[in-house]
């Protein structure tokens, strides 16, 4: 079993910036690939990034290079930076990660006013 815990979000204003953690513990302690999602009202998940064991990033259309994803080694956590954030970046945002089958984290609430 893996554990994974969001960590990060908060209410922020609208061009303000938010740097979301991923960290795992369970049956891996250190996260090395993993995915962010997110779900803002009234819509369902949506993906927003991932990054593999190599090092590849992909990201979703919408993020507009707004979003970057990135791996701390020394945390071991996978972290989401937001810059300039709007207010329909309003959310819940989850880690994701597979390890022999899919593990979602409970999500980080991230509310940005205008």
């Known amino acids: 079993q893996v554990q994974l815990v969001e960590s990060g979000g908060g209410l922020v204003q609208a061009g303000g910036s938010l740097k979301l953690s991923c960290s795992a513990s369970?049956?891996?302690?250190?996260?090395?690939?993993a995915d962010w999602y997110r779900q803002t009202p009234g819509n369902t998940r949506e993906f927003i990034a991932m990054?593999?064991?190599?090092?590849?990033?992909h990201y979703a259309d919408f993020v507009r290079g707004r979003f970057t994803i990135s791996r701390d080694s020394a945390s071991g956590t996978v972290d989401l930076q937001i810059n300039n954030l709007e207010p329909d970046d309003t959310g819940v945002y989850y880690c994701?990660?597979?390890?022999?089958?899919?593990?979602w984290g409970q999500g980080t609430q991230v509310t940005v006013s205008s």
């Open positions: 994701y990660t597979y390890f022999r089958k899919g593990y």
């Open positions: 369970g049956s891996i302690s250190s996260l090395s690939a």
């Open positions: 990054i593999t064991d190599g090092g590849f990033k």
